[in-house]
């Protein structure tokens, strides 16, 4: 199964300001995608990060509060601008395992980031 | 809209059995996914279901009826390392997943 580096594991960041969290899997994937969860809460997924073109986003999550980069099929960052404490959550990067990258592919997750904004 | 409830929380006695449920209202299904998940931690893929019935893998098995809306995840011979949250999905008929709010298992001595 791919392995998924994302970092920083944790951070607490002032109001206002923005944070990168970079999602780095050891085998090429098709299918990449930003998740959030609050805590005791659902997972929620904010978007699906494609190669070579725009993100696509779910209800509810915008381009310009969570900016998503794909340079290529290992590689993926997802931005949180101009933080308010409502952002505070676990993100967690996931791609889908399995040699055919389908969507009966099971996720695998990075550790997430554990943000905490002040 | 989609829903999928699960309890919140159950306990359990190391080396009993538990059964978690799972019940789903979707737009369609292309099947229903379980996952683990440790405090702290990210969630990680137990079980995948698509047919009705039982699928079996060791300690853990995981039940299907599509016609009742119904998933179970049952765990045999609890240790205290299961103890953690278990998180239900379903795939619907736009293979997004939809996710439940997860069950917290407490496992007592």
């Known amino acids: 199964s791919a392995v998924i580096s994302q970092k920083p594991s944790r951070d607490i960041c002032q109001r206002g300001t923005s944070l990168t969290i970079q999602c780095q899997v050891d085998?090429?994937?098709?299918?990449m995608f930003w998740y959030r969860q609050q805590p005791g809460q659902s997972l929620t997924l904010i978007a699906t990060a494609n190669q070579g073109s725009e993100a696509t986003y779910e209800s509810g999550f915008v381009i310009d509060k969570f900016p998503i980069s794909r340079p290529n099929l290992t590689f993926s960052t997802l931005t949180v601008s101009n933080m308010s404490p409502e952002d505070s959550s676990i993100y967690l990067c996931?791609?889908?395992?399995?040699?055919?990258?389908?969507?009966?592919?099971?996720?695998?997750f990075g550790n997430g980031t554990r943000l905490t904004v002040t | 809209g989609q829903n999928i409830d699960q309890p919140t929380e159950m306990t359990a006695t190391e080396g009993a059995i538990v059964q978690i449920n799972c019940t789903y209202q979707?737009?369609?299904?292309?099947?229903l996914f379980w996952y683990q998940q440790h405090a702290g931690e990210a969630p990680t893929f137990l079980s995948y279901n698509v047919l009705d019935g039982l699928e079996e893998k060791g300690r853990f098995s995981s039940f299907l009826s599509r016609s009742k809306g119904y998933s179970y995840l049952l765990l045999k011979e609890l240790q205290m390392k299961d103890s953690a949250s278990y998180l239900c999905?379903?795939?619907?008929?736009?293979?997004?997943?939809?996710w439940g709010a997860g069950t917290k298992l407490i496992i007592k001595p």
């Open positions: 085998s090429q994937v098709t299918m």
């Open positions: 996931s791609v889908a395992s399995g040699t055919d990258n389908s969507e009966m592919s099971p996720l695998h």
């Open positions: 999905a379903v795939l619907d008929s736009n293979y997004q997943l939809i």
């Open positions: 979707t737009s369609g299904f292309n099947g």
